[in-house]
């Protein structure tokens, strides 16, 4: 499926990993849509290699740069204009980690050495991608950024831990930094916030088969799909959405904003 919807667009993508990653699908269908781009990935995710199977499909370079560090990230963007021949359109941030969940510590025993390494990473580096693009001002008017964010920025899923906490700070990130880059450049800047997805990210949460099963039950559309979260990415990197800006957009067939489900109440009947 293609409608030109990215012709002439240039772009840089974070995180995609293997192929059920978000990121993955997301360049597939910006390739698809005309974009071309740079991919990008943490130096230590490239030893994995699935990347340039990617790179090669879609006819891009690859440039590691570990998202927390400010010199890799200045690297990046020098790197990508030279390639792309000039400033980006879009740019995806699609990484996440926390290490509290990854040692299986308790929210309410966390060690903060962890937390301030997945704040890092998950959170603070979308502030650092953002002050790296508007100082080096590497994004075209009317340009478009996005990250992925999930519902427990606010709501309470217990076993999310401090990825919640790590994911009401971009949600912030994405609305304070909107506004300034908004400001300077008419450039957008949104999150994304998914339904849980099969990756190895999401899969990376504890109890996460049954919540995705519940989260399926509790949603009228269903889970949105990792391609489906790429087709809304490639509408929001478009020119179709060019008012949009500084929000948090629910990608989740309805869960926001449901209650409860008939399948799921008829569970407590029996
Ligand atoms: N899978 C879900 O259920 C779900 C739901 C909502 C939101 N999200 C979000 O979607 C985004 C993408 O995750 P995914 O589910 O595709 O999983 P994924 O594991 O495929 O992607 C996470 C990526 O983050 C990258 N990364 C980690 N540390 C990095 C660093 N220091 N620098 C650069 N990159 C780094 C990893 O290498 C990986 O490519 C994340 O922000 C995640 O929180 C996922």
Redesign the pocket.
Known sequence: MSNGLLKGKKGII?????E?????KVAERAHEEGATFVL???P??MRMGELNNLAEKTGSQVIP?????MD?LQNLFEKSMEILGGKVDFVL?????SVNVRKGNHYTNENYDFTMKGL???AL?FHKVLQTAYKMDAINEWGSVL?????AAQRVFPDYND?AD??SY?ESIARSFGYHYGMKAKVRVNT??????????????KG?NEF?NFSEKMSPLGNAT?LD?ANYCISLFSDMTRMVTMQNLFHDGGFSNTGVTQEVIEKFAE
Do not use: E, R
Not at 65 to 69: K, R
Not at 147 to 151: P, Q, T, V
């Open positions: 974070f995180g995609a990993l293997n059920q990653s978000i990121a993955w990008t990935n943490a230590i995710a740069a570990d998202a927390t560090s890799d941030h699609s990484i996440g980690m890092d990473v998950s580096s990250a992925l964010s999930y519902i990825m790590n994911k971009l994304i916030s998914q339904s849980p997805t099969m990756t190895t990210a999401g899969s990376g949460v996460f995705i990792a979260c």
